[in-house]
């Protein structure tokens, strides 16, 4: 299963536009791209997933190149309440192993 | 409507103890993942069971253990507790295994080993 890598940590400040990227070089043909949320003390919340090209939902967006190797979570006009770790998954068709990384920690300024 | 389950909310244990973690999934769903999560790291997958049968293990020791029942809750079971099993226990669970598939996480068991 393909290794993800990102950013330990981003800041930005409220209104901003975030974008995270994370690099997945081994992504294989059946793999699928997973944006999940943490708050302290929380589960992950499921944020979006992508296969290829871009994927919106009502809170963020994600790009995925043509090659697939890396993919950026886009968060528009982000708040304090978007404070938290943000962690990129690659999990195929089967989802035997599905591995979390050690996310980016995302703080958010007034 | 009823999210993810986990029981107990907290727990302390000492060394060489057993410990027996329960997880509800969200109704309808068939598959549910256990993960453990230290302080300050991301989640580690654990198990993965999808219509009561094992789908997939993570490079945890013997001593973890989890089993599904028909009605599709699980449990957790660590045996012989060390001090480096104390963390954040999650349990997720999504329609199907595998594939483009939501997971859904409950809050967690937070277990302290002493």
């Known amino acids: 299963l393909a290794k993800t890598t990102q950013p330990i940590s981003m800041d930005s400040y409220e209104g901003q536009e975030v974008n995270i990227t994370c690099s997945h070089n081994?992504?294989?043909?059946?793999?699928?791209i997973t944006w999940y949320q943490q708050f302290p003390s929380q589960g992950p919340r499921f944020i979006i997933q992508?296969?290829?090209t871009k994927v919106t939902n009502e809170v963020a967006s994600l790009f995925i190149p043509a090659d697939r190797k890396s993919s950026t979570l886009s968060l528009p006009r982000v708040s304090l309440s978007d404070t938290a770790v943000y962690y990129c998954?690659?999990?195929?068709?089967?989802?035997?192993?599905?591995?979390f990384g050690s996310g980016t920690r995302l703080s958010i300024r007034p | 409507d009823a999210g993810v389950t986990q029981s107990p909310t907290h727990l302390i244990k000492t060394r060489g103890q057993q410990v027996t973690l329960r997880c509800s999934p969200i109704?309808?769903?068939?598959?549910v993942s256990w993960y453990q999560q230290v302080l300050g790291q991301g989640p580690q997958f654990i198990f993965q069971y999808y219509e009561k049968e094992e789908r997939g293990r993570g490079n945890f020791p013997d001593r973890f253990s989890a089993r599904q029942f028909p009605n599709y809750s699980s449990e957790l079971n660590v045996n012989a507790l060390l001090l480096g099993d104390s963390a954040l226990y999650l349990c997720?669970?999504?329609?199907?295994?595998?594939?483009?598939?939501?997971?859904?996480f409950g809050p967690g068991t937070r277990l302290t080993v002493l």
């Open positions: 998954l690659v999990t195929d068709s089967s989802a035997s192993k599905i591995i």
């Open positions: 109704s309808g769903h068939k598959s």
């Open positions: 997720a669970s999504s329609l199907q295994a595998g594939g483009p598939n939501e997971q859904f």
């Open positions: 992508g296969y290829k």
């Open positions: 081994n992504i294989a043909t059946n793999d699928y």
